[in-house]
């Protein structure tokens, strides 16, 4: 079957092309990778506080941190994947959602009403328009090498003069 020249191309966010997102197993994966990113902050936590627990203040003292995070992780990732499922669709209001999601459950710890809500504002924010702008911090197509060329100066060309013999 032939595609007609001014016929649009299929998108990543054309319904019938959407790829369903397994929600559990992609939660369970970032909430154990938060956690392990908890567990080097509870870590550094332990270090700079003065205290008698030694190495077992990481879970005693501030392992709270550890399950916080991966509770916001795993937060995330249920929240993103499906409202992906649910809208067919993969585009960045699905990582607005989740980072909302997540940004609520942080202020709900801080026992605050106003600060959760706000957090779901901010972070949802900054999901949906990193998610917008491509995931990619720095704007352009340009290689890491074109960069690289871009930025380091190019030393002047040397001229070779030969050696006058006597």
Do not use: W
Not at 44 to 68: D, E
Not at 87 to 92: G, L
Not at 130 to 154: I, M, P
């Amino acid at each position: 079957m032939d595609t007609l020249p001014d016929s649009p191309t299929p998108s990543t966010t054309d319904p019938a092309l959407y790829e369903s997102k397994p929600s559990l197993q992609y939660a369970a994966k970032v909430g154990l990778q938060a956690a392990a990113v908890g567990t080097f902050v509870s870590a550094i936590q332990n270090a700079l506080g003065q205290h008698s627990h030694g190495a077992s203040g990481i879970l005693t003292r501030s392992g709270g941190t550890i399950g916080f995070f991966a509770a916001m992780g795993a937060t995330f990732a249920l929240t993103e994947s499906t409202v992906a499922n649910y809208r067919e669709r993969d585009d960045p209001l699905n990582g607005a959602a989740g980072a909302c999601a997540a940004g609520f459950l942080a202020g709900i710890r801080a026992r605050s009403l106003p600060m959760a809500v706000a957090s779901c504002a901010v972070l949802g924010t900054i999901m949906g328009t990193y998610d917008y702008t491509g995931r990619e911090f720095v704007g352009g197509n340009e290689s890491l090498e074109e960069r690289r060329k871009r930025f380091f100066k190019r030393p002047p060309p040397t001229e070779f003069v030969p050696a006058a013999s006597e």
